[in-house]
């Protein structure tokens, strides 16, 4: 066993509690190419925050009791092994009032799967979307209007 070997097995990685974090990895020319799973995250995240209409939401109590990986924005990511990594996105979302449900999902699949397979070069094997609630955010805004605008006319003679 050469000394780089001996490293990279003793150089495992480590999340912030402590649990050894799954990277993905691909060969190159020059060596691996190694990905992990909170940067697919990240990206993930990101493309969910860019579809109208939805934010992320808790994942639930499977995530408050640790069981299974633990999901950060909404998002919790699986990487299969192998000679090609797959990744399997766990999405949690909360869709604005009025919005077509369906829809919102498909939205959702698309943006996640193009943003992670552009800039990771991995192939999505699925995108899985969770509603776990309806967001009533324009309701709650039009009505703080409204006693913005009775405040001012009780105020006036």
């Not at 990986?69 to 192998?82: E, L, N, P, Y």
């Not at 797959?86 to 996640?112: F, H, M, N």
Request: charged share 25%; with cysteine; proline share 4%.
């Amino acid at each position: 066993m050469d000394s780089n070997e001996q490293v990279e097995k003793e150089a495992a990685t480590y999340d912030q509690d402590g649990v050894e974090a799954t990277t993905a990895d691909q060969s190159g020319p020059g060596g691996k190419i190694r990905i992990s799973e909170d940067v697919i995250a990240q990206l993930a995240v990101k493309a969910l925050l860019s579809v109208d209409g939805v934010q992320p939401a808790n994942p639930g109590l499977m995530a408050n009791l640790r069981m299974g990986r633990k999901a950060s924005g909404g998002v919790r990511i699986t990487i299969s092994d192998g000679d090609t990594p797959e990744i399997q996105v766990d999405t949690y979302i909360s869709v604005k009032y009025g919005l077509r449900i369906p829809d919102a999902c498909w939205d959702v699949q698309e943006a996640i799967k193009d943003q992670v397979e552009r800039y990771t070069g991995y192939s999505v094997k699925s995108v899985n979307v969770y509603v776990q609630g309806i967001t009533f955010v324009e309701k709650k805004a039009e009505a703080e209007s409204q006693e913005g605008e009775a405040g001012a006319q009780a105020g006036q003679p």
